[in-house]
Structure formats: C-alpha cells, structure tokens
C-alpha cells in the first residue's frame, strides 16, 4: 500500500546555522541562513532561529538580523591565568578581543575524580568543553591540554631588599612576578618594561625575564615623569608618533586663500570648551529668525574648521589620521589625531585668527524643530574663546571683562536659540541619562592636585544640542545628494540586555514593560520615578549598561539614544576620523570645491569597523589612565573613610563608587567577615545567612580605603564599622565564601558550588 503526501523535511542542525551566523559578523536574515544551510523548510528555519534565541545562542538586530551572543563557543581554547581565592584554577579565553573583561572560567576535575589541575600552571593552554554559569563565567572540562606559549607582561621594575620584582600594570595578574638576577637586562628601578613570564607547573608566585625596556620621546610623556600614559599607550597599542613625512607636510600648511568662500568674519562666532581644551574645532552663534513668517524662530551658525582643505584623501597625514582613528585625551597629555602644527595651528578656531571653516546655517522654530539648512565653505574669525564656566557665569549674572561686552548680542541669542531647542528635544524625548565623569587636576610638576567629578552647566548642553542640529543637518544633506553618508548609529537595546534589566528592575520594584515598541521615553519614565529615591545611580547604571554600542556604519538604523532617524558625525574633524569623511562627502555633494571624496568607491562598512574599534580603544586606554591617576592621588589617603554607592555586586565582591572622587574600587568577599553571604544574581545583592544585613546595587556605604596601587589603577576598599578579626584567628584561615542564591532548583548541575 502506497502513501501520498509530502516527505517530510529532515530535522535542521542548529550547530550549521550557528556557524553560518558566526561568519557574517554584520547579522544574517531569515532567507540567507535558508540559503546558507541548504533549506528551503522557512517554518522549521525560523523554529530553529527561534530557539536558539531563546537558549542565548544568538540574538536578533533592529534589522531583524542575526548575530551571535556574547556567549563564548562550547568548546574553546583557554589559558590558565592562576587561582582564585578559593584555591580553585581559573583561566581566560585565549584570543579575546573584546572591550570589557573577559569572562572567568573555572577548570573542573576530571569524571574519574582526579583533578587535571596539577597539570596545567600558570600560561598553560588547553582545549576545554564550557558549561555557561549565571554570572557570566564558566565551568570548563579539559579535552586536552595544548602547550604552553610564552606569555609577555607589561610592568613597572622595582628593587627592594628582599629582591627584584616586576610589578604588572594589568590588574588581572594579582601578585607581582619574581625578577631573578640574571633577568634584568639593564632595567633600572622605576623602568616600564615587557617581561615573558617563566614557563612553570608552579601556581604561585612566577618569576619573568625582562626582554625590553620601553624609552618614550619627550613628545608623549606629557606633565611630569608619570608612566600612566605610557602604559595605555603601549597596553592599547596606540600610535602616538608621526613619520617625517607627515610632519613636514603640516608645517608646511599655509592660511586657505579666500577663494569662493564665503566670507564669515563678521560674524562673532564664538569658541565654547572647557578650561583645559586643548583644540577648538567649533564656533557658534545665533540671531533671532528675520523672517515673519517664523515668528519667534532663530537662524543658527556653525562653523566647523576645514580640516579637508589640509588633509587630502590618500595623503600622508591621511594615512595616519585614518591610523589613529581619533585623537585620545589623558589628563597629562593628548595624543592628537593630527600633528600639532594642524590641530592646535591651522585647523584650530584660535581667537582673533582668520580660519578656513564648513559651516552650517540652520533655521528652527520656536520650538526647535529645523525648518530648513545651508552648508556653506567659508572663512571665518574667532570674536573670542570662551569657557563653559565662563559663558555660564555671565548668564547667571556674573560678567567678566571677556563676558560682558558679548552679552546682549551674542550669549543671549545663543541661550535664546538653546531654550528653542530644548523644547525639540522634550518633544522628541531622547534617552536622558546624565552620569558623573571623573576629572584629574594636575598641578606644573604632573602630580594629582585633586580629583572631583566634572560639573555639567547649561551651558555644555546649549553646545551638545546646537552639535546635533549640525549633524542632523549633515546626515539629512548627504541622503538628499545621495553620497555615500558614514552614520553613527546607536541600535535598540538586545534582549538579552533587557532581560537581565527588567529582573533587576522587578527586584526592586520597578518594572519595563513588554510586548511594546520600545522607545527612550520608556527609559526616561523609570529613572524619573527612581529619582528621589534610594536607587537612583544604580538604575541609571543599569540603564546604561542595558544600551547598545554606538556604532559607525554605512547602513542607517537610527539613533536609538538620541531618538533620531538619521545621524552622522560632523563637527569634531580635528580629533575624529568619521567627521572629516563626512566633511569630505559634503564637499563631493554640494560641490564645495577641492578636498572632496575620491570618486572610487569607499567600502564604508570596513571603515565604520575600523573606527569603532579605535574609538573604544581610546575610550578603555582613557578611563585606565584616569583610573591610574586617581589611585596615585588616593595612595597618599590609606586608612581615611570615604562615603560612596555600590555600582556592581559580584560573587566575589562589591563595586564601591566614591563619592567625593567618582573613583571606583572592590571590596572583596573575603573582607565581609562577619558573616555567611549568598549572591542573589537577580536583586545584584550579597544577603548575609545569619543577619539581616544585605548589601545591594545603589545602596549609600562608608568604606576605608585599604590599598591603593597606581600602576594598575586599583583600589581596595573594607565597610566600614565590620570587625575584621571576627572568623580569623591567626591570619592562616581561608576567607568566607560567597553562596549563590539558587532561584531555580532545576538548574542546580549548572551552577558553580564550592566546599569549605
């Protein structure tokens, strides 16, 4: 007997369609995975896709394309990097290339119940199969072990009585590394130098050989004789040096003659930046709108230097610029994206001095919304450089002599037109998150006078709303002249994200709802309702943390943050690659004259990649130094109390944020000592089992400050009021471990658990 009907489709391999997302880093859609894996089942594609976006395997863009997880692959390699406080081995992915810290993955003991840890030493590498924990760490079962590679540290030599030792700038590596004799290799005390580490099975303390001995040229050491900035620069592989060529090129750069320009020297533009800027690549000004059919409306200015005119696409100072990616701003020193013959001479908006500029009239309404733009090359003249205090000041009533003749006619209508633009900006009511940024102040010698957190004025968010109206403008041009438009996008947030938000926000009785489209303002109603209250800095952390990375592409998404539908970067060319593209599309496209886009095509995916990837590269090496000057500063207060909020609950500690510095620093487990904790991973909490005490995320702690090491930037902090001699007797004892809140019974094979 014969049966009719179709056969049905063979089960999909999840494992293929994993692999194919994996090799298209920009996300795949539906039809291409079919077309990927060899299919034409749609239903049992989107099933599979579906589940594995459940399982964490991936996640879904805005597009409603499909990448991988952050999560690392089953089976990986990884490398051993110590032991824990518990004495357990933990080791790293082997390549990991990622911005935030690697995860932590513990080496389990083989099924036959003898522990492969003997085996593997510190640098040790091995295949291993991982089991995701909860936390964001992993349990790893070893497949085989693949050697041992030579591993280089960076750090600070240092000589004492009892010995040499190297001191390592990356605070993952916990104790300093023996420097046997016979190992110096000329170093001196004081000397930033890379050391490979001694190949060993030993898991203690390790020993390295010294094999270089870094010598920076007086160019980059910036105030003072601190390493700080040396050692991002090497950390982060940042280039902080121009060829011969390059530098003859900008100091042969003449003025821009006039030309076709238009001629805006009349004008008082005006240059707004902080204290200590060190570039001024914008000017502004504004004047009530003339015309009566905009009653109540304001005509805008900004002008923007032409770095385009100096910096010609496939030049020498090209190169370098598309290099570097962005200028990177240490307290001590900038490592400028130009040679500073361009970036504080002819491309800088210098008071009093003709410039070359691109420049953008808007005209808005009453309430801010942009009727229409004209970008326009011209040449124009700094009335004066100002300072965000300064300008504030004056419109709190306090002139100066700078001030106070450019009241009326220039910081009024500037303030006239910012008022405009706030009532835009309320309507379109973009992600309003407004956190605390640490600032060193330094004094001629390049010691810390002082750490405090940086002050915002109306006055910054008159100049950052009057910057977006002009990349607004830029981007909105670029797609009406269809050129080729380098976007900053900003995607929605990812569920996964989300998910862990909407737990904590549950844990402490707030709540982001699901199944609608959601927009900032959803945001914005959550940290205004928790604004007076005790958790406030803690969501608006978790807030931030569940955002998407700000990107550059040739594809737009729309700016999720800033609630925008198009977006670029136009106004910053001096110190960001992506800007000067964007000035040298509007050239092409208006035909503004020389220093336009070439006519061969530019693969701006590959572009925006590139720049992305500097741009956080100098964001991670800013917020180290930064982290490594506040640690010098704090070094000289051990022992003193500070008042801070705990910004992040781990199973291995509290993250404190000070208050008075905005400096942050762990108070490890083990210090919590007069009690059992539990890490209740949904509430980010540490619960004590006897007491009623519970330390959670937001919440206001005195701490003493305990260590503090400037070369790796970190702080060690204890509560305050704890009796630290209760449950250690002669100092021998291990330290209290932490137990995990088990929130599902079911899962218990996947969680870590630990003897005392």
Not at 318 to 338: C, I, T
Request: hydrophobic share 35%.
């Amino acid at each position: 007997m014969t049966t009719s009907g179709k056969k049905p489709a063979p089960p999909l391999n999840k494992n293929q369609i994993i692999d194919f997302i994996g090799g298209h880093r920009e996300g795949v859609g539906i039809r291409n995975i079919m077309i990927g894996v060899g299919t034409k089942d749609r239903a049992g594609v989107k099933q599979a896709v579906k589940e594995l976006e459940q399982a964490g395997e991936i996640e879904r863009t805005r597009g409603k394309q499909y990448v991988l997880s952050g999560r690392l692959p089953r089976v990986t390699v990884v490398e051993v990097t110590g032991t824990d406080e518990y004495g357990d081995v933990v080791a790293t992915p082997l390549n990991w290339d990622r911005d935030e810290a690697p995860p932590i993955i513990f080496i389990n003991p083989d099924k036959r119940g003898k522990s492969r840890q003997a085996a593997l030493g510190k640098g040790d590498r091995a295949l291993a199969r991982l089991t995701p924990l909860e936390d964001n760490s992993y349990n790893a079962s070893i497949i085989k072990r693949i050697g041992y590679a030579p591993k280089l540290v960076l750090g600070i030599y240092r000589e004492s009585a009892s010995g040499s030792v190297l001191e390592p700038t990356d605070r993952k590596h916990r104790f300093d590394f023996i420097v046997p004799p016979e190992n110096i290799n000329g170093a001196k005390p004081g000397d930033l130098v890379v050391a490979e580490i001694e190949s060993g099975r030993k898991l203690g303390q390790a020993s390295a050989s010294i094999t270089e001995i870094l010598n920076f040229d007086s160019s980059s050491s910036g105030k003072g004789d601190q390493p700080y900035t040396k050692i991002a620069l090497h950390d982060y592989d940042i280039p902080y040096t121009f060829t011969d060529l390059a530098i003859q090129q900008a100091e042969q750069a003449k003025a821009a003659p006039p030309g076709e320009r238009t001629d805006l020297r009349k004008i008082p533009l005006v240059t707004i930046d902080d204290e200590d800027a060190r570039d001024f690549d914008d000017a502004v000004y504004a004047e009530p709108d003339t015309d009566k059919t905009n009653p109540g409306g304001w005509h805008l200015i900004v002008a923007i230097a032409d770095v385009a005119w100096y910096v010609r696409p496939g030049d020498e100072l090209d190169k370098m610029a598309h290099e570097r990616g962005n200028s990177v701003y240490f307290p001590d020193q900038v490592v400028p994206m130009l040679p500073e013959a361009l970036s504080n001479g002819w491309c800088s908006l210098k008071p009093k001095e003709d410039r070359p500029c691109l420049a953008v009239r808007i005209w808005i309404s009453a309430d801010g919304v942009a009727l229409r733009h004209q970008f326009v090359r011209g040449l124009m003249h700094s009335h004066a450089r100002l300072t965000y205090n300064q300008v504030q000041a004056a419109i709190d009533g306090k002139p100066d002599k700078l001030t106070a003749p450019l009241l009326g006619n220039v910081l009024k209508p500037l303030y006239g037109a910012y008022e405009a633009l706030c009532r835009e900006r309320f309507d379109r009511e973009p992600l309003d998150l407004d956190l605390p940024e640490r600032k060193i102040i330094l004094d001629e010698n390049g010691q810390v006078q002082e750490v405090r957190a940086r002050l915002r004025h109306a006055s910054h968010k008159l100049i950052e709303e009057f910057m977006i109206a002009a990349n607004v403008a830029a981007a909105t041009t670029l797609e009406e002249a269809k050129q080729p438009c380098l976007y900053r996008i900003h995607d929605e947030p990812p569920e996964k994200n989300l998910e862990s938000y909407r737990n904590f926000l549950k844990s402490v009785g707030f709540k982001l709802a699901k199944g609608q489209v959601l927009m900032p303002r959803h945001f914005n109603q959550i940290l205004k309702k928790a604004s007076d209250g005790d958790y406030a800095e803690a969501i608006s952390q978790m807030t931030l943390r569940s955002q998407s990375q700000a990107t550059y592409t040739g594809k737009n998404v729309g700016h999720f943050g800033l609630a925008l539908r198009r977006y670029c970067h136009f106004t910053s060319p001096i110190r960001r690659y992506s800007d000067l593209i964007v000035h040298r599309a509007l050239i092409a496209g208006l035909a503004l004259g020389e220093g336009a886009l070439e006519d061969k095509p530019l693969d701006l995916e590959e572009l925006g990649e590139h720049l992305s990837v500097t741009e956080r590269r100098a964001t991670v090496a800013e917020r180290d130094v930064v982290d490594r000057f506040s640690a010098a500063y704090l070094a000289g207060k051990i022992g003193e109390t500070f008042s801070g909020t705990i910004n992040g609950v781990t199973k291995f500690g509290l993250f404190v944020t000070l208050d008075d510095t905005a400096a942050d620093g762990l108070v490890p487990i083990r210090s919590l000592s007069d009690d059992y904790y539990e890490f209740d991973e949904k509430r980010m909490a540490l619960k004590a089992s006897r007491a009623k005490k519970i330390y959670h995320l937001g919440m206001k702690v005195e701490v003493v400050l305990k260590e503090a090491n400037p070369v790796s930037g970190s702080l060690v902090l204890e509560i305050a009021g704890l009796d630290q001699s209760r449950g250690q007797s002669n100092g021998n004892s291990r330290p209290k471990k932490v137990k995990k809140q088990r929130h599902n019974p079911a899962q218990k094979h996947q969680r870590r658990t630990r003897k005392r």
